[in-house]
């Protein structure tokens, strides 16, 4: 029997991993799209886990290119204003820190730019502590597409088998599903039991650090 690929490497989203900041985007997007006049139910869960240039691309392809880039800077006001520290997932902090001091290689791959992501990493005091950033400057093609996951493994020098990634979004799911890694569902966008049929195993934080220590 072939032994089993040793997990060297571990991988985080941002959003709803990290620091659970869904009822903000939630609230924002959906207002968005009622103002837009979209005639989809509950937009903001359509567009979860989707880099903002595929959102727009997607859904207000016909509008002028002011209301674009107004959607942009809007949803830059937005995150420049929360208080992440506040939104931080039980134990994730901890759990990072448990990583790096027995070896592993970690990274995020996120869906929002760079300029969010460095704010979140400063208020978190995460600044340098990831071995690969990969936000959707990074990209050309954001979640479900793989590109992101990939770039983080080769970024790293490390096999897809040698990963495993901590997501929350269905998008984000099939991206590091797409990338061929294990993947661990985090219950902050859908419910366990939706989770469950889609991933390696369902968590809801980081709190028991033994029981994450069996998915790597």
């Not at 959906?30 to 880099?51: D, H, Q, R, W």
């Not at 990074?138 to 590109?147: R, T």
């Amino acid at each position: 029997m072939a032994k089993e690929t040793k997990i060297t490497t571990v991988l985080f989203g941002l959003d709803g991993v990290i620091v659970d900041t869904e009822c903000y985007y939630d609230n924002f997007w959906n207002t968005v799209a009622e103002k837009a006049g979209l005639k989809i139910e509950n937009f903001a869960a359509t567009i979860k886990g989707m880099t903002i240039s595929s959102i727009i691309e997607l859904y207000f392809t016909i509008s002028p290119l002011e209301e674009k880039q107004a959607i942009r800077k809007a949803a830059a006001d937005m995150e420049a204003k929360i208080e992440y520290t506040k939104l931080v997932i039980p134990g994730v902090l901890d759990f990072i820190k448990y990583l790096k001091e027995a070896g592993y290689k970690t990274g995020v791959v996120t869906s929002s730019p760079s300029a969010k992501v460095d704010i979140v990493l400063e208020q978190l005091s995460l600044k340098g502590v990831f071995d690969t950033v990969v936000t959707s400057d990074s990209i050309k093609k954001g979640k479900p597409d793989p590109m992101g996951y990939v770039l983080a493994q080769t970024n790293l020098g490390v096999q897809s088998n040698e990963c495993t990634v901590f997501e929350d979004s269905f998008t984000g799911i099939k991206a590091a599903t797409y990338a061929f890694m294990r993947v661990i569902g985090v219950s902050t966008t859908h419910t366990a039991d939706f989770l469950k049929d889609y991933t390696y195993a369902v968590i809801s934080d980081f709190k028991d650090i033994e029981r994450l220590k069996t998915f790597i």
